[in-house]
């Protein structure tokens, strides 16, 4: 874990952002079946949305 953190100083402390950095990972429409019950639709936000809320923790 502390590698990580190191890691995301790192990227921060490069890319001159407050941020903390977000991956992301795109799914195939056949894992989606996978994840309905996982989703929570009370939180619907559109993708930059989801971002933003990411990055601040």
Known sequence: ??????????????????????????????DLSKLKEQYDSTTKMRYCQALMRAGKG
Request: glycine share 4%; aromatic share 4%; net charge positive.
């Open 1 to 30: 874990m502390n590698k990580m953190i190191e890691m995301n100083n790192r990227i921060k402390s490069i890319l001159n952002v407050k941020r903390e950095p977000v991956g992301v990972k795109f799914i195939k429409e056949d």
